[in-house]
């Protein structure tokens, strides 16, 4: 076990903004112990100074907030920091919120996320205008910011975030959250100044879809850990959850029209594991869960390959009509659905329907990567037919960039995970009207190994360790297409090496808040020299939140989190 796969305890600290918190001394410092000064203080006696100081001080010389008010990942669009404003939430602060049921339960969100580590009770209330009155105020109403920009000012009257839509008002919080001490994300009680840095952030993103991709086929994860990870995605204002949920070693979604796709294709995963599935109630959790986020999911059914489990389930549909043997290695491109079936698009068209009805979001993935056994027009063919049963339930259709020579269907959306930032096929479709979802394989996937020891993960794609990660531009990513073509980015975890949920976090963190980064910030605030300092003021929340992270080498994490 490395160093950042081991359970993290919780750790709280409060860094000046020009120096690195000193690594405290457990049996000396306790939460709420500062680290002051123009110049680091290395000694502990050092710091026992500053602590008997600061104290002496009191209020009369309030220290400054530990958090600079641009320190936020992603970037803010426009951040005028105050550092004459500086708020101290006081332990009577009350939440007022917009009389919305939305924006109350952004209020209520806020609460939950505030309660646990400050123990003050943080009552939500509403009023037409709602204002900070000495807390904070989540206003409806500012509607110069799109569908998901938000403004925040933090005065010494409190903090007022200000959005057009619940979802702008919910990225505020996640920007609020982030400007408090780290210790806010502990899940006990923690005796410590809970100071905002004063300032106005104006805040909108880049591109529209921002998204991770979990297979839940290669490796099947409870709810739970899907839940959990919608969370981290909302921390990182991603606003798609692209769930991979049939692939050659299992399918993991009920299907009652087939129901032994589930029952018997859902049995088994990588390395011969129990696999298992998600019941159509267990899904419906999570898209509720995802949705109260303002997370879209993105359902895939991989098709026509990547197939195995549900031939084993129903060999009707395989070549020949014979079953194939259960799967549980890592290769791929063997298995297919038989495309000259009519049979083949009963199956195709009762899932999809099935699926789309208990999906809210205007997506459908149907997969369409390493088909390698169909091929020519056996494979356009398919896919088009496919794009026209997706668009006959109202949905969108999204696939892997393979699918590009297949014709144009309405709003059609190609996910490219290439990676040499060429492919005439792909600037084709786009020129027929497709639009790209950029996951690039030496950039976004999450599942490269960061370095050659990293314990797990693959290295087909290149070794992607932070800067890696971060130092690309969807915007101009791939030749041929605009911009204007681009709807966004999605990191992919694929699971052929990942079992647990410390995994799924070690290999998102601290990739993925690049990712979101790229997603979210405009183009001219991308700066890995800024960003490496932001991600890591991020590693204090991760472990006071329990999340296991990679300490990346590119990082100047503070020092190693300590156990309480
Ligand atoms: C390629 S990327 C695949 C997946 C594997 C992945 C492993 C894509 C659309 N297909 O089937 O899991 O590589 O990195």
Known sequence: MTAANTPLGVVAVSATPTAAPEPLDPAHSGPGDLVAGPVPLREPAAAEL???????????????????????????????????????????????????????????????????????????????????????????????????????????AGVRVGAATAAGLFHGVQTLRQLLPAAVESATQVAERWVLPGGSITDRPRFGYRGAMLDVARHFFPVEDVLRVVDHLARYKLNHLHLHLTDDQGWRIAVDSWPRLATVGGVGEVGGGPGGYYTRADYRRIVAYAAERHITVVPEIDLPGHTNSALVAYPELAPHGIAPARYTGTEVGFSYVDPASERTYDFVSDVLAEVAALTPGPWLHIGGDEAFKVKGEAYTGFVERVQRIVAGLGKTVVGWHQIAPAGHADGRVLQWWGTNG?????????????????????????????????????????????????????????????????????????????????????????????????GWSPRTGHDWAGFRERLAAQGARWAAAGIHYHRSVEVPWPATPLHP
């Open 50 to 156: 500053a602590r008997v100081a600061a104290r002496a001080a009191g209020d009369l010389l309030a220290p400054p907030a530990p958090v600079r008010l641009g320190d936020v990942v992603p970037a803010p669009e426009r951040v005028v920091p105050d550092p004459t404003a500086d708020f101290l939430l006081p332990a009577d602060a009350a939440i007022r919120v917009s009389a919305d049921p939305a924006a109350l339960a952004v209020g209520e969100q806020l609460a939950a996320l505030l309660r646990p580590a400050t123990g003050y009770p943080l009552p939500v209330t509403d009023a037409p205008r709602p204002e900070p009155a000495g807390g904070i105020a989540l206003a409806l109403g500012d509607d110069d910011l799109g569908p998901e920009g938000y403004r925040l000012d933090v005065t010494a």
């Open 422 to 518: 060429d492919d005439p096929a792909t600037a084709e479709a786009v020129r027929r009207g497709a639009r790209l979802v950029l996951s690039p394989g030496n950039h976004a996937y999450l599942d490269m190994k960061y370095a050659p020891d990293t314990p797990i993960g693959h290295d087909w794609a290149g070794l992607i360790d932070v800067r890696r990660a971060y130092d690309w531009d969807p915007g101009a990513h791939l030749a041929g297409v605009p911009a204007e073509a681009v709807l966004g980015v999605e990191a992919p975890l694929w699971t052929e090496s990942v079992t647990s949920r410390a995994e799924i976090e070690f290999m998102l963190f601290p990739r993925l808040p690049a990712c979101a980064e790229l």
